[in-house]
């Protein structure tokens, strides 16, 4: 189970303090969201400031969502700026392949992400490259909006390819996620949450994660399986 703030909802006028916060409140990753103006209608930030947050948070395994119609010119940039994960879109098409070989030859984890429109289909080809797989639960570009409850079965499908074909991806959510939302993403079957303004919103990080964690575990199907 990993809880992974991201950095999209933290104040901007200090991220290294930011991302030290979250370190010690107790999240397992950073989410840094990357947005190019073009996959998506917003500009967020780019390798020279991953690279200038890196120091900062040194343990926190950085997880670097790439929305961004040209991966390929960032992967290195990307990889080179302190980067342990970089997830690309499936909605990218034929570039896919070469994309995930490139990011793994870099030495880096493989993430592959889907959007709410995009039939989860599309992702099956891929399924036993990659480490991770993130099904989005809003529309990307922006945080703060509303968890797209369509969306839930895509998850349950994505944790039935993984048990049914023995393979060990992780599966993600992004968008929307807070105390209720992360209870029915985790009995769909996803382990690993991101969530934006719900834990830096909130009065306390290291409470919100805390609260957050806690839910995820006891709404998580394989640990009720075991109480049975
Ligand atoms: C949306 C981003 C998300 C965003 C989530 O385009 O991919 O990672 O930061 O923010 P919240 O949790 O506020 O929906
Ligand atoms: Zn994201």
Redesign the pocket.
């Known amino acids: 189970m990993i809880i992974a703030p991201?950095l999209?909802a933290a104040d901007f006028t200090s991220l290294g303090k930011e991302a030290a916060r979250a370190e010690r409140a107790g999240a397992d990753w950073l989410?840094l969201?990357i947005m190019d103006g073009q996959f998506v209608p917003n500009i967020s930030f780019g390798p020279a400031v991953v690279a200038a947050v890196r120091p900062h948070a040194k343990k926190l395994f950085f997880d670097v969502?790439l929305?961004c119609g040209k991966p390929e010119i960032l992967l290195e940039p990307f990889a080179a700026a302190g980067a342990d994960e970089i997830i690309v879109h499936v909605e990218l098409g034929e570039k896919i392949p070469q994309l995930l070989w490139k990011i793994r030859a870099l030495g880096k984890r493989v993430g592959l992400a889907i959007n709410p429109p995009t039939a989860i289909n599309e992702v099956q080809p891929y399924l036993d490259k990659i480490d991770l797989l993130?099904v989005?639960t809003v529309n990307?570009g922006f945080g703060g909006q509303t968890f797209i409850h369509e969306c839930l079965p895509k998850i349950q499908q994505a944790a039935a390819w993984r048990h049914d074909r023995k393979l060990s991806y992780r599966v993600e959510v992004?968008?929307g996620i807070n105390n209720e939302t992360v209870a029915e993403c985790a009995r769909a079957g996803a382990d690993t949450f991101?969530a934006g303004t719900s834990l830096f919103g909130a009065r306390s990080l290291k409470g919100a994660i805390t609260k957050m964690r806690k839910i995820a575990y006891d709404n998580d199907p394989a640990l009720a399986d075991l109480k049975v």
Do not use: K, T, Y
Request: aromatic share 0%; hydrophobic share 40%; no cysteine.
């Open positions: 991201s999209l989410h969201d969502h929305m993130l989005m990307p992004d968008g991101v």
